[in-house]
């Protein structure tokens, strides 16, 4: 399918399009997995999803399915959450879905984003988490739910 600049059917609302039905797909997901969250409302930054179970998660989807370079504003997506995110995190979730960033993450490219995220993390006390697909989402989602079952 082709997609023009200039018609209904623009490529950038077909992109955006693909990054909506990635984020309903995990709310999906944390629905069935009866795990609490929120999209946060109103002016300014905003993550996808807080998971606030004992600790607040910040889940933040990021779906491409080509290799472009749109990538490459996936470190500064991290800088804001760590450090301007209205609501204080202490994990963050970074899932990279779609068969653009299996390509990416092998490629020398996805090498140097990735460092970008490690340098972020290694001036942040926020846990930094790069998750690259949905088994992988499903068992840190596991994880949420056993921490909060020790507190009962």
Excluded: C
């Excluded at 993450?105 to 993390?121: A, D, F, Y």
């Amino acid at each position: 399918m082709a997609f023009m600049f200039n018609d209904n059917k623009s490529f950038a609302k077909h992109i955006q399009q693909s990054g909506i039905k990635a984020e309903d797909g995990i709310k999906d997901i944390l629905k069935e997995f009866e795990i609490p969250h929120y999209r946060p409302r109103g002016v300014g930054l905003k993550i996808d999803y807080i998971i606030p179970t004992n600790i607040n998660i910040g889940v933040e989807v990021k779906y491409q399915e080509d290799g472009q370079t749109v990538y490459e504003k996936v470190p500064h997506a991290v800088y804001k959450y760590v450090f301007h995110n209205p609501i204080k995190l202490d994990e963050l979730w970074i899932l990279l879905l779609g068969k653009g960033w299996q390509q990416i993450l092998k490629s020398p490219s996805g090498k140097r984003i990735l460092g970008h995220i490690e340098l972020i993390q290694n001036n942040t006390d926020i846990d930094i988490v790069v998750i690259d697909n949905i088994s992988k989402f499903i068992n840190k989602l596991e994880d949420v739910e056993e921490k909060e079952h020790e507190f009962f």
